[in-house]
């Protein structure tokens, strides 16, 4: 019987009509680009491990200069081969803090009064005028801490107490550059709360600031801490505020009144001129920058640690 | 039943108690979103009033000296402007003057500007903002009255700093000369760059991200790594920029490899670098808003196009790179923006401290609109705060407009679903 003899396959003739899965070269050569352009980030964090690394272990290998000086030594004067990285640490520390100091009260009330009070009219008024805020270049602001908060620090405080160049004026600008990432994260926080929450609390004869405060921001609050350290990690980072208005020279300084140089501000300072390779100032600026790039890449994985680990999972 | 009544006596006991710190707190929390709003105006009045305002001039020579024959200086023809150059200029300065551009190809208005760029020579003496010109007029007559005692010849004129001459002038090392023209230039050239670069290779990472990648490690490692270099400080992206283009890749940036070197040039610190550099700053911006642009087309497209025989590419190219497209846009804009007023990186990657001449290729040493307005800022003199407020408002308005048309984007093409 021929029946019998026929080749059960034949019986889904995959072959003639090509329903198998075929190689498109085409398809392929496009996929491989696009990966090439997803990978290529991966090239930029390679390349600022890799040169940061290599100069910032070429400054090391100097003989002028030692791992443990460069961490505890007070002074940062390359003329007398002092390398010490605290006075330029200090005066980031204390421009970050008086920034925090501004940005995080007031970037929390702003967050909270958009979600928890503003009408809708308003807040469609306000959340574009803080983009702004957010979306100006940081040397306008630096502009901004010379000739306009400066002058009032001054003839608030006096001439002979506050200097032309301070950390206060520069950390106070840089504090109203950051309300506004604060607030826009944090209110996200707040807005991702569910509203049961607040109604239950509403039912149980809560004011709208006990709602607010008691309930609405503990359920939100690793959504804000995670803003709050994006925006110190900010704070360390930013660079054109402090070169323009606090000062250049290392100076080691607790008084917000004197000016101190930044480790942002002087890798600006020192890259100015035309530097020359392999000078101790050109290697030095790779160090410093290490040292940047390390403490602000822990704190944004820290705050992204804080977002997965600390998030409340509401139904 | 037995109710007790303590609790509810205590409950409205305290309940005027908690309003009123509710209301105090609702004060609170509205006076802190008013602050940050004064704070914005402060801001754009502070540049405001620099920007306009009396400014004392002293002239070099007294224009009125220069009249010929009772016809004042502003009123002479271009040939009596031209002769009065010959006159007063060395041999070799008006001869240069006139290899650049004959002197009867040029229009009367040029040859004035020259005549009182090269010989008046007009120098800010002192100069008062917006506000102090209004309410301290008096003040500053006298101020000037007594600059007449040792200057002879004191101009008072109340200016605006920024004019389309300040706009169409090269950069000059003399306040009143200067203008933003090389700057605007270069910004443009840097952020064209940056854009031809990044946005190919951004959105490309997009689509691989959310179109291609599988849930493995090596997906997972490119997408974290995505959102660290976000937050990575620009000036870091400038440090890696003068070790990777200004040096390392020289021959490229410096245009050597291509023969068209200029000598001036040779270091490798050029707009190209610059925009290399702006472009892996802005690169992970891109990609995190073209990933959300994609995202948010709607799987049953995807499904659609699958169904009916196109490959996944096709899928992809026809349906729903369209759809994302506005929001990809968008968020480019907004990237580009960011990159426009950067300033931190490009010092670092090297921009000149004074170029006169306009950039003519990627090879060209450059500077821009937010490093000009740093080197003005730093300036100790208040003429060059002016400029620097001039040049911020020409750097405003350029953002400005840039983020209208990212606003207008989307809304005419934003598609709901």
Known sequence: ???????????????????????????????????????????????????????????????????????????????????????????????????????????????????????????????????????????????????????????????????????????????????????????????????????????????????????????????????????????????????????????FTFNPFKGAETMTGHIVRISGGDLSYDSIDYNSIFAIGLMLFVLTLSLNIISQRIVRRFREVYE | MNRPAAPEFEFSGNLAARNRSGRIWHLVFQISTIIGILVLAALLVNILDSTFGYVAYEAGIDPESLAVDGISLEDQSRDQLAALLQERLSFGAYNKLNDEKPFSERSKADVYSLVIQRIVKYDVLESWALWESLTRRGEILAEVEALRAEHPVVDLVFVSWLTPDFMARPQSSEAVNTGVRTAILGSLWTILITILVAFPLGVGAAIYLEEYARDNWLNRLIQTNINNLAGVPSIIYGILGLALFVRAMSKLTSGELFGLADPTTATGRTLLSAGLTLALLVLPVIIINAQEAIRAVPQSLRKAGYGLGATQWQTIRDHVLPNALPGILTGTILAVSRAIGETAPLVVVGASTAISFDPASPFSRFTTLPIQIYQWTARPQAEWRHLAAAAILVLLVLLLSLNASAILLRNRFARKY
Do not use: C
């Open chain 1, 1 to 251: 019987m021929t029946i019998q003899k026929m080749d059960p396959q034949s019986a889904y003739p995959t072959k003639a009509i090509g329903l198998h899965k075929r190689r498109r070269w085409g398809e392929s050569a496009i996929q491989s680009l696009l990966f090439f352009a997803g990978f290529f980030s991966i090239f930029t964090t390679v390349g600022i491990v890799y040169e940061l690394g290599k100069e910032a272990w070429l400054f090391f290998r100097l003989p002028e200069v030692n791992l443990w000086k460069f961490l505890t030594g007070t002074q940062w004067q390359p003329h007398i081969n002092e390398f010490g990285i605290l006075p330029l640490l200090n005066a980031t520390l204390v421009t970050t803090a008086i920034a925090m100091a501004v940005a995080i009260p007031l970037g929390l009330a702003v967050a909270v009064y958009l979600s928890e009070y503003a009408s809708l009219k308003a807040r469609n008024t306000l959340k574009p005028i803080l983009e702004v805020l957010a979306g100006i270049p940081t040397i306008v602001y630096g502009y901004f801490a010379l000739t306009f908060v400066t002058p009032i620090l001054r003839s608030i405080f006096g001439r002979d107490v506050v200097d032309i160049y301070n950390t206060a004026s520069a950390g106070l600008v840089m504090g109203v550059l950051i309300l506004p990432l604060i607030a826009s994260i944090s209110e996200d926080a707040l807005n991702a709360v569910p509203r049961s929450l607040r109604e239950a609390a509403y039912g149980l004869g809560a004011t709208k600031l006990e709602v607010a405060v008691k309930v609405v921001l503990p359920a939100a609050l690793s959504g804000i801490a995670a803003a709050i350290i994006l925006g110190i990690s900010r704070a360390i980072g930013e660079t054109m505020i402090v070169a323009v208005a606090a000062g250049a020279g290392p100076n």
